[in-house]
């Protein structure tokens, strides 16, 4: 039987799973772009939080950033009218195909919090 996309490799250890929070939320984020590029082409929206843990958190976007591309995120803090800035790191994406055509779509985003 070959291999479908929702075929994902599992980790030999949960341990760094353990401590993950479900967090069901919209999460601004920024892209920072190279220091050539001007103010004006920084690119910003919404993604949706899946869950977070004390070393980053999954959310998915409708677009699919570069590997090591560094996003300024506000995540949520308990007070619901207070956002926290801070920078996160992409570690990898994944395609969500969803019947859409080739080059758009959603995509499931893995972030580091950068300290």
């Known amino acids: 039987m070959g291999q479908t996309e929702w ?12 401590e993950r929070a479900a967090l069901l939320r ?3 984020y ?3 772009m190279p220091p050539e590029s ?6 910003s929206g919404k ?9 980053g958190m999954l959310v998915l976007m409708d677009q699919s950033p570069e590997i090591a591309q560094v996003l300024k995120i506000y995540v949520p ?14 570690r990898w994406t994944k395609k969500l195909s969803l019947g859409k ?11 580091r919090f950068m300290f």
């Open 7 to 18: 075929d994902w490799p599992m980790a030999d250890s949960q341990k760094s799973h353990s």
């Open 26 to 28: 919209a999460i601004p």
């Open 30 to 32: 920024e892209m920072t």
């Open 38 to 43: 001007s103010p004006a082409s920084m690119q």
């Open 47 to 55: 993604a949706l939080s899946l869950n977070i843990s004390s070393g």
């Open 77 to 90: 803090t308990p007070i619901l009218l207070a956002e926290t800035p801070t920078l996160a790191e992409v």
């Open 101 to 111: 055509p080739t080059g758009s779509g959603v995509y499931f985003v893995g972030l």
